[in-house]
């Protein structure tokens, strides 16, 4: 067995859900080299997380930002911790019932998703900067 | 190190939680093989889900179900996405809180969870299909 | 590639989310013996949790118990599975909307967290016993 590990930088984007599966197939081209393997993609940031969902309706992704800011709405006046914004606490939240990682089999160099399965970037602030992910590959 | 990986299909289900541990140790006797290793049980689909939990009472599942269905309610009428019927939307959203994977300790050959935990297939759709998992384990 | 596993005893905490990450890395020295890795946290019992988030502010933490006592709420009328108390059901809730482990990679012998991220435990019963955790660690 061998382990690959590389770092990915996603360029900043609008608070929502965004589909990255081709930004981290193109960083990393490791994935290629596993028969039979295992991919993490971690997110190294508290207000922005990765979750697996329907890659191909973007209504979904519409509907997952609607759904989480209902959820967990901004300016709740029970937060105490509000420093940098009404968006501050809520994306933390989101991050951890989101997942701060996803973790997909590798077979026969390629992602073993499901036909409609995608990774999705969600970015919880309203200004949000470039968000780094650790991507860890490892098997045959 | 070494690393086994297998489709298991669980037959269809009907709406709600469902413990399926037996059928992945039944599916995969490699796990067996393994004194120090980790299985991952990963769903190929983005309307189920998967999770750990109280593997003894039915109703710890029944509540999961009734629990669910307020939080994520089906019919809302904020829901863009609805071309599979009112439960397409609420499926996608549970299936990411919930999650599409659990990772797991093996020791001695078998998992180390704990005395009360079992493995959930979490089914969303009211008229669900079978759903195929890839196990993957690893260790020596 | 090598693995080591390793329980991990958590003393009894109050019902909260409490900061675990320096506990884990000074019970687990073979972290230091890995270049390039991953190291999985796993919580042994289904009322409690493990997520990353914030490690700076105790108000972060504060306010996850405010929302997710909220969200889900002790004493709804309609759980059925109360043997251990009104905090039994929501305890079970919880640790599956939050998840049983955390899967972090490892860099130069360290955790390849973000500045801000930290292991968090996730206390959910009032009144809670000592926490089983599960430690494994594997890379190169």
New interface residues.
Partial sequence: ???F?QQVQISRKKRGFHLITSAILEACPFIKELK???C?V?????SAAL????NA?P??R???E??FS???PDN?P????D?EGPDD?PA??K???????????I?QGAF??????GI?LCEHRDKASAR?L?V?A???
Same sequence: chains 1, 2, 3.
């Fill in positions: 067995m061998k382990i590990q039979s393997g295992m993490q971690f997110i190294q940031h508290t979750t697996i969902n329907e309706d209504t979904v519409e509907d997952f609607t759904y209902k959820a967990v709740d029970d937060y105490l911790h420093y606490m933390h939240l991050a951890s019932l989101l997942g701060s990682s996803v973790l997909i089999p077979q073993a998703l499901g036909t409609w399965q999705y780094n650790i860890t490892w098997g045959e």
